[in-house]
């Protein structure tokens, strides 16, 4: 499942990054709500306006971590972030990208992974 969350999401998706799942359910601590995907078992985030429903088809491991290979087989987009053309317009989903350890949105620096647990100082 690949839940693309706008801007607005960004310090739920940055303390969901910093916590494990193990030890806290992160929706509850966050605020995130779990619905049913169209296809899938696994369940999507409900604020999240695009929704990418995947099946695992190969995990690689690269040492660090794992590589998923999947498959999509459903996308949920809600109607307020398409455009006329039925296309997606990225100013009103407003989607953000991890990239090292910096978050962008569309060329601007939103912040620093690990900025909801972590003081300026120390990063």
Known sequence: M???PPE???E???YCGMVSGREVDK???TGLTRAPASLLKTPIIAECPINIECRVTQIIPLGT???F???VVAVQID???LNERGRIDYEKARPFAFAGDEYWSLGSL???YGFTVVDDEEM
């Open 79 to 81: 109607e307020e972030v």
């Open 12 to 14: 739920n998706v940055d």
């Open 8 to 10: 607005r999401l960004l």
């Open 110 to 112: 939103l912040e620093k």
């Open 65 to 67: 971590h794992d590589l």
């Open 27 to 29: 929706c509850e601590a």
């Open 2 to 4: 690949v839940n693309v």
């Open 69 to 71: 290979i999947g498959e």
